[in-house]
């Protein structure tokens, strides 16, 4: 290996100069942000991530149309500078819906991730923490839970409960948070014997101190990627049963819905099925990079 | 082992106890009842139908009554079609949607394993980002929208295969690569991933050192060991080749079970959904439990029995 010359620097002849940290010292996350930044998928996912939640919010008033008003004369029309990716067979604008979409699956997915950390820290913590007959019992509870096929039970309740907003995130969340559990679990495991812990608890800290200061922000790298990697299944979720007819209910527009709806008509008005799938794919896309990227820059060790 | 085994069975047991539980439950629950859809039935005329489905019974004996039957295999009539029993409708589309599952597994055991040594060995050259672009798009391009790709491009617009329909191998093509598509992207991540982990260890330079060939080496002792973790994806491949063929059937117009299923959603005919889910849960706990197996007996170095992996 070579190294040049100029990456070596004289600091000083004194003793005292001698010790002194000459780069500025990095935290942990501003370490976690530079390796980030050099890995350019990650970026790119980050970017189109920003363009992507961007469009969300100002995409819907771009256009003079809404999402819900049916135009019959203009059915089925191909793109144009009228209607940028077309209209569908109610003659409702495409760019619109596509953008109403893009809220409602990017809010299923936050909406989603949100719960499962609430709900998985909290169980796992107290899984982990308390250990003995508690973690025990939890965790096997968890565990025939987790037995459970996820989208079969996914698909029953919402058979069960009825289509909604509100019922999908349900029925996504009640067995979604068992993974974070089991990692937050985890890793409390491998931090409550540490010699901090038990500082803590020689000056007296109770155990949600303990928790909350402690063992939860030191758990908060695989909390994280975790996190950011259950937003891609969740809007995954949210379109495949919106397509499998299980979605939400019309005049609601979500990316699976309008891609449902454009499958029939594939072979006349491709762009109604095209728009949606593409945008449905890039979201996924977008957040699977950072995700991954979070994870190669949080733990570099984990980095293949 | 057995003792492992044993374990295993009972909480896979536990858990389609719950799912067997947690349909019949949410199908009480369900808004409207089977017979809705027959407007105004004179009551008469209604007793005698919840006598012959056994509805008139309290909820704890249909209960038991379920889970006997579940037990013997038996899940009962369809409420919407009402000559053919779930049973019926198993045997019947299952044979389908397991062709085409087997074909899809090969197709991602094979193009995955393929595409993830071929990344590994040339790990951080183009061929590598090629492989690894293909894989993140094959896991961001949910199937049902690769299937409509497909079918827009190779079957509409060419007309290289047969759009829709389930009859010769051409027709399989297409529904196969849509249901490989995912699962052949996280095989090939996997794949390179414990290749490169595999390629650092000692022995592969042992086996360099001893003069053999990068082609000996890579097959003779870096697949077989970087094949484990391949292994243990098995049990998740199963149960996203499974979910998908829901949708892909739906999209090629396949007769198989999956199709039925999601018909059987939109038809809302209750003993036809709870039966398909405790069949589709059936299958996926034992092929999970299979794999689990196979995994200790491929690899020497887990204790099944002490519940220790890897150490």
């Known amino acids: 290996m070579q190294i040049s010359k100029d990456k070596f620097q004289l600091v000083g002849t004194k003793i005292s100069e001698a010790e002194k940290i000459s780069k500025p010292s990095l935290s942990f996350w501003k370490d976690v942000f530079i390796r ?15 363009v992507l939640i961007f469009m969300a919010i100002f995409g819907p008033y771009m256009t003079e149309y809404d999402y819900r008003t049916n135009d019959l004369t203009n059915k089925n029309q191909s793109p144009s500078s009228e209607h940028w990716f077309g209209t569908d067979d109610l003659g409702r604008d495409v760019f619109t819906r596509t953008w ?16 499962d950390l ?58 979604g948070w068992i993974n974070m559990a089991r990692i937050v679990r985890g890793q409390v495991l491998s931090l409550k014997n540490q010699e901090y812990v038990l500082a803590a608890k020689t000056l007296g800290a109770n155990t949600s101190r303990i928790m909350a200061k402690h063992l939860i922000p030191n758990s908060m790298a695989p909390i994280l990627v975790t996190m950011t990697l259950t937003i891609p299944s969740a809007i995954f979720t949210e379109a495949f049963l919106s397509f499998i007819g299980l979605g939400l209910t019309p005049p609601l527009a979500s990316w699976g819905t309008m891609a449902n709806d454009g499958l029939p008509a594939l072979r006349y008005y491709p762009w109604r099925l095209f728009f949606p799938a593409i945008f449905i794919s890039l979201t996924i896309f977008a957040f699977n990079v950072v995700g991954d990227g979070l994870r190669d820059a949080l733990d570099p060790r984990l980095r293949k | 082992m057995a003792k492992y085994i044993g374990k295993r069975l009972l909480y896979m047991i536990l858990s389609l106890w719950l799912i067997v539980t947690a349909t019949f439950f949410f199908m009480r629950i369900a808004p409207g009842n089977p017979f809705t859809s027959e407007k105004q039935l004179p009551p008469e005329i209604e007793a005698n139908l919840n006598a012959h489905y056994g509805l008139d019974k309290p909820w704890y004996a249909q209960y038991g009554d379920y889970l006997l039957k579940v037990a013997k295999w038996d899940f009962g009539p369809s409420f919407k079609y009402k000559s053919q029993s ?118 592969i330079k042992t086996a360099k050192a001893k003069g053999l060939s990068q082609g000996v080496i890579t097959v003779k002792h870096a697949i077989r060991n970087a094949l484990l973790p391949v292994v243990t994806y098995m049990g998740p491949l199963t149960a996203g080749i499974l979910t998908g063929s829901f949708v892909i059937e739906k999209i090629f117009g396949i007769p198989g079970l999956g199709s039925h299923f999601v018909t059987s959603i939109t038809n809302r005919d209750y003993t036809v959904i709870m039966g398909v889910t405790v069949f589709y849960s059936i299958i996926l706990l034992a092929s999970i439990l299979l794999v689990d197996i196979a995994y200790g007996i491929i690899d020497p170095r887990i204790k099944l029995a002490g519940g220790k992996k890897g150490e």
Not at chain 2, 179 to 189: G, H
Request: charged share 10%; net charge neutral; proline share 3%.
């Open chain 1, 36 to 50: 980030f930044r050099k890995n350019k998928l990650a970026m790119f996912g980050l970017v189109l991530l920003g």
């Open chain 1, 100 to 115: 109403e979409g893009a809220r409602i699956s990017i809010f299923i997915g936050a909406a989603a991730a949100l719960i």
């Open chain 1, 118 to 175: 609430f709900i998985g820290v909290l169980w796992g913590g107290i899984s982990g923490y308390k250990g003995g007959r508690t973690d025990e019992f939890m965790m096997r509870f968890a565990d025939v839970l987790y037995g459970v096929p996820y989208l079969l039970l996914v698909i029953l309740l919402m058979v069960v409960l009825g289509q909604g907003l509100g019922t999908m995130i349900l029925a996504m969340t009640i067995t």
């Open chain 2, 86 to 203: 779930v049973n019926d409708l198993i045997n019947e589309g299952f044979p389908v949607s397991f062709i085409l599952g087997l074909e899809a597994i090969l197709i991602a055991v094979a193009f995955g394993l393929i595409l993830g040594i071929i990344a590994a060995l040339k790990h951080n050259r183009w061929q590598d980002y090629t492989a690894m672009i293909i894989a993140v798009a094959g896991i961001s391009v949910p199937s049902f929208i690769m299937a409509t790709f497909l079918q827009y491009f190779l079957a509409i617009k060419l007309g290289v295969f047969p759009v829709a329909r389930f009859e010769t191998f051409m027709h399989t093509v297409l529904p196969a690569l849509a249901l490989a598509s995912t699962p052949m992207a996280f095989i090939a991540r996997l794949t390179r991933s414990s290749m490169l982990e595999v390629m650092s260890n000692d022995y």
